[in-house]
């Protein structure tokens, strides 16, 4: 119980909450495995928690009725997902299957609903996280419906600098495919336009690892000031 109880409070959403509190939740807490591919829960699934990635990755994602796929997330170590289900009890509203082999926390609803209760600052630490997914959601809408490829990609090259205190360099979390996924295009797009990126000086590839050469150049073109 103690691991467990360590490695709750170590997760960002439980941030200030006390030892004991921290012991309350370890003691609702279940541990699941998954391997890579398999799926967590589909879209429509009873909403019975939520999910806390403790090792590993999980890829959020919908399918449109041709079977096409557009990916909402994709999460790491200590990001909660279906929050959602807490609050509504609602079926879940997407797909969400472990892209490596994961380790996640799972928190039953009622039971965690009661900790709320008892502890209302839980719900504060929730309804955070809530507002930075739905901004998230707000600025993906806005670049898959109003901006161009290349745009959307510079948004998420700055996004991804801004998480690593503005470092210049990044490194890809995921393969070009699944970002590719996450951005509405192909592969092949993708890769044509990273080109561009680098002959016009924004940024420097080699591999998964991308170096911001012109911040300025990259906001221009985040902004729909520039195009290439």
């Known amino acids: 119980m103690k691991n467990i109880v360590d490695q ?30 398999e799926i967590i829960f589909s879209e429509g699934d009873e909403g019975t928690g939520f999910y806390i990635t403790f090792e590993g990755r999980v890829k959020i994602f919908k399918l449109s009725l041709d079977g096409k796929e557009q990916i909402l997330h994709i999460l790491g170590p200590g990001e909660p997902f279906a929050e959602v289900a807490v609050f509504t009890g609602s079926s879940y509203p997407a797909n969400a299957m472990a892209l490596e082999k994961s380790r996640i926390f799972f928190f039953p609803r009622i039971a965690f609903a009661e900790l709320i209760e008892r502890h209302p600052s839980l719900a504060m630490n929730m309804l955070a996280t809530l507002s930075f997914r739905l901004k998230q959601f707000t600025h993906m809408i806005e670049a898959l419906s109003l901006k161009e490829v290349p745009g959307r990609l510079a948004e998420y090259i700055l996004l991804a600098s801004s998480q690593n205190n503005d470092s210049s360099e990044i490194r890809l979390a995921v393969s070009k495919t699944l970002l590719a996924s996450l951005l509405g295009t192909i592969p092949e797009t993708l890769s044509r336009i990273l080109a561009k990126m680098s002959k016009k000086g924004l940024i420097q590839t080699e591999g998964s690892l991308i170096t911001i050469l012109d911040r300025e150049g990259l906001q221009c073109l985040a902004e729909g000031e520039v195009r290439i």
Do not use: N, T
């Open 8 to 37: 709750i409070s170590a997760i960002q959403l439980f941030s200030g909450m006390s030892r004991e509190h921290c012991r309350e939740l370890a003691g609702i807490v279940e541990e699941r495995k998954y391997d890579r591919g």
